[in-house]
């Protein structure tokens, strides 16, 4: 029995099977048509999650290497997100792991895809990030900063890979295995090839000072995400791919950028970043709806922004968007913090968290949020038992506040 069948042979259909003894291995298979496309999103309900890391890892790198693996916490929060109604999230592998440890990493993602069906939800997995930190290291990884939005998420690949083509065949295999291993397994629901390929990290690192980054950055990150595609291709998943687009002008092809450009012309399901507000994330979803393609929204809810599960999900669920929010427990990545904590660090908590949904212990940041979430996603919500989580806090609070002043 080979390596496929080994992590995947519970999990075909009839139609994979035939579709797998058909698999030759050395043909690219074509993007999908918009009817291939269509067809397959007719078949999903409407798809909503986060983008999930575990709240023990700062990063990837310390979510999947067999030292810092958890899969107690990620049993946890994963059964709080299907408890809210999510039905699928966003992972991020790295390919350091699978370098240093390709057996390993394919033998904990197969128990993570576990976890995941047993909750009935269904993950997108990111292969690459352009995002944060461009020197990721494998082993121990730091503490969190604090006061500091993801101080420690690296970059896949590094920039050193990223930055020399000669040194892009050191990742090739990373694609083609993990791909090839599950491109048949239907507990995922897509790949997601690079998150933000041409992001330079100017709002963060360039605004701190930090001089950081490659000076070509968007060029190669540009080249790259269209080499990464083939490599995916050659591979033949079952499930679709896509990479989508961060910023710009996408009112017409002729306005966009050179990567935007290529991404939705060629993505099987077309996907999207927006932190802005309603009008906006209306306005992006009518430009991208010229492709004739299922529309996912992988990055959306920035508090501060005006950027909401309120103000956002009803309109996505108007176009049958599918959605995906930054942020879910609150833990090492701290992304309570806004971005511009790289210009001013917090010292406290901040009153309106940027992103995240629940502490570590599973209690609400806001109530209320949950109890809209539960409804629009169609879960009943145990609205005593909220309020009840709430007091409890404020009490506790009140008495610690009580305590300290009769210390005083």
């Known amino acids: 029995m080979n390596r496929s069948s080994v992590f995947t042979s519970a999990w075909q259909s009839e139609e994979q099977v035939q579709t797998e003894n058909a698999f030759a291995g050395n043909h690219p298979s074509p993007q999908w048509t918009e009817r291939q496309a269509n067809d397959w999103y007719a078949k999903q309900p409407w798809l909503v999650g986060c983008n999930f890391i575990p709240s023990t890892a700062i990063n990837q790198l310390e979510m999947w290497q067999s ?34 440890d390709p057996d390993g990493l394919k033998m904990r993602f197969y128990d993570f895809l576990t976890l995941c069906d047993k909750h009935d939800i269904r993950p997108m997995v990111v292969l690459f990030d352009s995002v944060w930190d461009p020197e990721p290291k494998a082993g121990l990884q730091p503490a969190p900063k604090a006061g500091l939005h993801n101080s420690g998420w690296v970059q896949s690949p590094g920039k050193h890979i990223l930055g020399d083509h000669t040194q892009w065949h050191l ?15 239907n507990r995922i629901l897509l790949w997601d090839i690079v998150n933000e390929p041409d992001n330079d990290n100017l709002v963060s690192y360039g605004k701190a000072g930090l001089n950081v980054e490659l000076q070509n950055k968007q060029q190669m990150g540009t080249d790259f995400v269209k080499e990464a595609f083939q490599w995916a291709r050659e591979a033949q998943p079952t499930q679709p791919i896509t990479s989508g687009p961060w910023y710009g002008d996408w009112s017409s092809l002729e306005t966009m950028s050179e990567m935007d450009r290529f991404l939705f012309t060629h993505s099987d399901v077309i996907t999207f970043h927006n932190y802005l507000g309603p009008e906006e994330f ?25 950027n909401t599960f309120e103000t956002i999900l009803p309109i996505a669920q108007k176009h049958q968007i599918g959605m995906y929010n930054w942020g879910f427990v609150s833990g090492k990545s701290h992304t309570i913090y806004p971005w511009d904590s790289w210009q001013k660090p917090y010292a406290d908590e901040p009153s309106l968290w940027f992103h995240d949904i629940f502490r570590e212990d599973g209690s609400a940041y806001k109530p209320e949020e949950v109890v809209f979430i539960k409804k629009i996603l169609g879960k009943e919500t145990n609205v005593v038992a909220l309020a009840r989580s709430a007091m409890l806090k404020k009490k506790s609070a009140e008495a610690e506040d009580s305590q300290l002043v009769s210390d005083y």
């Open 171 to 185: 990742v090739k295999p990373y694609v083609v295995d993990m791909i090839s291993t599950f491109r048949i397994d």
């Open 282 to 306: 209306e306005r992006c979803i009518e430009y991208l709806k010229v492709f004739n393609r299922p529309i996912l929204c992988t990055e959306y809810m920035a508090r501060n922004q005006s």
């Open 67 to 100: 030292e810092t693996w958890d899969p107690q916490t990620i049993d946890r929060e994963l059964g709080w997100a299907a408890d809210l109604g999510m039905n699928t999230i966003r992972v991020f592998l790295h390919d350091l792991v699978y370098r240093n």
